[in-house]
């Protein structure tokens, strides 16, 4: 039921890797991989609403085929910096600058093919749909950390919070293409730095609210209990 395997991840690689460069990055082509992140997008789709199956089965196989090429494109990164870190003929400074270029070379590759995927949910999905993916896509994240700025500080002004949601939407955009729970949370966390920030510039004394916050939470769960 899904259109990725081996031979898909193996061509994206090819396309990594590029030149004469031999590159022993270990990507997951194996048929435990592609089951898990069969189930994976399974799991997000089924809480779009679809009713067409063709439409289902297209729009898995695309989160299918992006956790894929998200996958071998981290995995060809690491293996080439692991590569250059181990060349003992490569300078320090020409080490960075080397690095460097691949995280360029990377990240445009991630961009890219961010505006290709969102691209072809849309020719499949409603805008809601789509914010949907992506909230599945980041453990949902967003309308997590939206909801709890809102209960911490229920005063906010409908221009702070236009900001504050901003501010998450353009995190998501970034935790879409990372290669980890791990590095998805840690692109939310820059960003909730930045908003506090925005915050605190604002008069808001962020310690002091989240501090009042945690009492609130305590009060709810003793006043239940």
Not at 85 to 107: C, P, V
């Amino acid at each position: 039921m899904y259109a990725t395997n081996k031979f898909f991840l193996l061509f994206c690689l090819s396309l990594l890797i590029g030149g004469n460069t031999i590159v022993s990055a270990q990507v997951n082509s194996d048929e435990a991989y592609i089951k898990t992140i069969t189930q994976r997008s399974n799991k997000i789709v089924t809480t779009l609403g679809i009713s067409d199956s063709s439409i289902f089965y297209t729009v898995q196989n695309l989160l299918v085929n992006q956790y894929a090429f998200l996958n071998t494109t981290h995995n060809v990164f690491k293996e080439k910096q692991k590569l250059i870190k181990q060349d003992s003929s490569i300078q320090k400074e020409e080490m960075s600058r080397l690095i460097k270029n691949q995280e360029i070379t990377r990240d445009d590759l991630l961009k890219k093919q961010h505006v290709v995927f969102i691209n072809a949910l849309a020719q499949n999905l409603t805008a809601t749909q789509i914010e949907k993916v992506k909230d599945g896509m980041t453990y949902s994240v967003l309308p997590n950390t939206y909801k709890g700025y809102q209960e911490m500080l229920p005063n906010l002004t409908t221009a702070q919070k236009e900001k504050i949601y901003a501010y998450l939407v353009e995190a998501r955009e970034v935790a879409i293409d990372a290669e980890s729970s791990e590095k998805k949370h840690a692109a939310f966390g820059k960003y909730k730095g930045k908003i506090n920030n925005y915050l605190s510039a604002e008069g808001i004394d962020m310690k002091k609210a989240g501090k009042e916050w945690e009492e609130r939470i305590k009060a709810a769960k003793n006043a239940t209990n």
